[in-house]
């Protein structure tokens, strides 16, 4: 970092690259995964922005979700640095992906967003520039912090059965997983509300809660291994 | 991302930060957490440069390490990016650390190096920039890939005994890890290699190997946790 610190040479005299943000927004409908894009004169992107100056990367993220999606309050961290540097035509352009998982519902005062399905971890729709590969990378992101918490994302409300929440896992890492492993390794971080549902069709099915301290077993992990 | 695709202003025109990479390279010498440092104009600071024009991030990282200490194909992944806008007073400077693990043997031709001791997961010497905030967080990085297999920056060689394996786990954790427990937990990923060793100086204890697949089974994490 001190490389130029000896010289009278601005660092603006030296060749800098454009900053951008890309943002990942991870949802589930209809018991699929579903990354959002916008509409760009690139076709398909995640929502996006150049980073300006005084501002921080989260600051920009924010801005490209309000301004490009109408999305507001979404929580999201950084997934990567996309860096190569033919990756944009317009010139040198880096841009720090992010990654977020909220409820269906979050998008639902979105403005002119399109839900792209996601099939085996990826875009089942061409998105601009390296989009693709950040929505893979958010993918894989996702799957790690579900292994290691009960839905983070909060994709399910308060209370939900057990069913629901192995269905949900189950559109999440995309295959079926054991109904008895998947109790076993899940129930230390439930509690039961008390409640039943019959939602489901059947008979009552008891209703859970993520308790306080929602973090998995490690052991749980093994069950979501790829 | 396409923000200014319709205008015919060139990217150019806009304000654009320099960008920087940092790398935190750690190792373990005498019982003690070190991570590398370089004199810099402002002090000690972790070995970085500049990313030039048609260059990945990762390829300035290893310029860096080699043009500031000498050290030549380690290995390091992105921490994550550094932007608080007046992180660097000589102007608007983005840096992306990386971390790294590695052996103190491969350390042995590094030139002007200084090798900070980390206590309580710090580096014990100022730093310049916010590089003592990107070594916290490189610490906690690799406290969580320690968690998750064994030993993967190799800092003990092919072969080692279980009382080494613990006293490594305890350098890298910064507390005691209770013997039985500690076996319990990373025996499945080890096997025998047959031979014997004496240099503890007490009677011959048994030496042990990775397996190929190194991972620890989830359930030794909860041992690793803060």
Redesign the interface.
Known sequence: ??????TET???D???????V?VAVLTVRHDALRVVAVQ???GL??P??????????AEAARRALSSKAGLQALDFH?I??F???DR?D???????AHGSVVPHESLANSNDIVEVEIEDGSATSPL??DHAEMVTLSVEDMRRRYAASIDPGRLLGDAFTLLELRKLYEVVYDRELPKDTFRRHVSSALEGTGDTSTAGGGRPAEMYRRKTEISL??????LFRA
Chains 1, 2 share one sequence.
């Open positions: 970092m001190a490389e130029h610190a000896k601005a660092l603006t030296y060749p800098r690259p454009s900053v951008a890309d760009s004169p690139r992107s995640l996006g922005t150049f980073l300006h100056p005084g501002e921080r990367l950084q990567g640095m860096d190569a540097p944009d317009r010139g040198w352009v880096l841009s720090m601009a520039f077993p490690e052991s749980a992990a093994v």
